[in-house]
């Protein structure tokens, strides 16, 4: 069983920058996808980012330019880099893990989720 700690959030004006951490419970990164999810109020959750285990990125087109997903192996720790905040990225984001495949499912390893909070 993986576990997933996400830390970074927090609240900053609108073109501010933070930088969210996931912390695994163990070594995954040479056979999982990794990737960060969000959740604003009354919508679904959608993909932000997301990493394989060759290092092959993927972002959502909101966040193109303005985000990067990478990974520490040493640290086992998953981050994302987000700058340019915009009031729509403001949500709830996830760290999630999944087997060998990008393709993230309620079977996957998911955290508790960090609240990012950006003012206008």
């Known amino acids: 069983q993986v576990s997933l700690v996400e830390s970074g959030g927090g609240s900053v004006q609108s073109g501010g920058s933070l930088r969210l951490s996931c912390v695994a419970s163990e070594d995954i990164w040479s056979t999982y996808c990794m990737g960060w999810f969000r959740q604003a109020p009354g919508k679904e959750r959608e993909g932000v980012a997301s990493i394989d285990s060759d290092g092959a990125t993927n972002y959502a087109d909101s966040v193109k330019g303005r985000f990067t997903i990478s990974q520490d192996n040493s640290q086992n720790t998953l981050y994302l880099q987000m700058n340019s905040l915009k009031p729509e990225d403001t949500a709830m984001y996830y760290c999630?893990?999944?087997?060998?495949?990008?393709?993230?499912?309620?079977?996957?390893?998911w955290g508790q989720g960090t609240q990012v909070t950006v003012s206008s």
């Open positions: 999630a893990a999944n087997p060998t495949r990008c393709l993230f499912t309620a079977r996957s390893y």
